[in-house]
């Protein structure tokens, strides 16, 4: 097994992780290799990953170090131990399939994130579930009326964390969008481990040509140049601004410009979650009808 690696100042880890979201062929894991520079790593077979010298190349505009070394064949199993499960209080858990469930927990998801997704744990994420956690259900329960199908939208979906625990919290139909087929196909098939396959639609998507359909909660976590291509579409179609929308995936430099782009388009900053460098923004729609 393969392990390539590439190190980039933490000012430009944005555009060198877009860059990879084309390219994850078997997983990727993110190192903080110091307060200035951030690592990322693939993993994959030989012939899957190229075997490289150590070099600085380009990506995104943004210069990086890259080097590969071998891994123990035994690294899929290994592998394993990165993902732990997520208990948030007595309401929630995300756990992948190998962890027995927690005790005295209300809500039970299981997450098999293969090797190119998480179950959770990523600050991003939980920070979403924890917004959502927050609202009151039945705001995904009623009102659904012309256009609102759904009532709730995962934008990005990646393995089908937060579409599957908004299903089971109650926000129903539930649609699962994201741009790459192996997301797609995950969310599917663990909609269906858990029981809610017939809630979760996953679908596959690109926010940069399609407006996001309408729901009475849009979970978007997703990098900040997609949140301000969704905020363009917004801006177009005041008809699509949905009445709630919890936004995560931002450095926390970056929360202060992205609350801003969604309150030029109606959507006020209600509360902001912070995690070490990540921040959670949760977006209420003006006059709230």
């Given amino acids: 097994m393969l392990r390539l690696a590439l190190r980039v100042r933490r000012a430009d880890a944005e555009l060198v992780l877009a860059e990879l979201l084309a390219l994850v062929p078997n997983g990727v894991e993110e190192v903080d290799v110091s307060d200035e520079v951030v690592e990322y790593a693939l993993y994959g077979a030989p012939g899957e990953l190229p075997e490289l010298p150590a070099l600085r190349a380009v990506a995104g505009g943004a210069l990086v170090d890259v080097s590969t070394r071998t891994v123990a064949n035994d690294w899929a199993e290994r ?16 756990r992948p399939p190998w962890e027995p469930p927690a005790a005295g927990v209300a809500v039970d998801v299981v997450i098999d994130p293969g090797r190119a997704f998480g179950t959770g744990a990523h600050p991003t994420t939980r920070m979403c579930l924890e917004l959502l956690l927050e609202l009151p259900v039945a705001c995904g329960a009623t ?53 809610v396959g017939e809630a979760v639609e996953s679908r596959r998507f690109d926010l940069r040509r399609e407006p996001v359909p309408v729901a009475e909660v849009v979970l978007a976590n997703l ?67």
């Fill in 79 to 94: 592998w394993r131990e990165f993902h732990r499960p997520l208990v948030l209080g007595e309401r929630l858990c995300v």
């Fill in 143 to 195: 009102g659904l009326a012309g256009a609102r199908r759904f009532a709730a939208v995962d934008l990005g979906s990646g393995s089908g964390v937060l579409a599957i625990a908004a299903a089971k919290l109650g926000w129903r139909p539930v649609l699962a969008l994201d741009h790459d087929p192996l997301s797609v196909a995950a969310t599917a098939e663990n909609a269906v481990l858990n029981g």
């Fill in 223 to 289: 990098l900040a140049p997609l949140l301000r291509d969704w905020c363009s579409w917004l801006a177009d179609d005041p008809a699509a601004r949905p009445p709630v929308v919890i936004a995560s995936g931002l450095l926390t430099g970056e929360a202060d410009a992205i609350a801003a782009r969604f309150a030029d388009v109606g959507l006020a900053e209600s509360r902001r979650s912070i995690a070490g460098e990540w921040a959670a923004l949760l977006l209420l729609r003006a006059g709230g009808g």
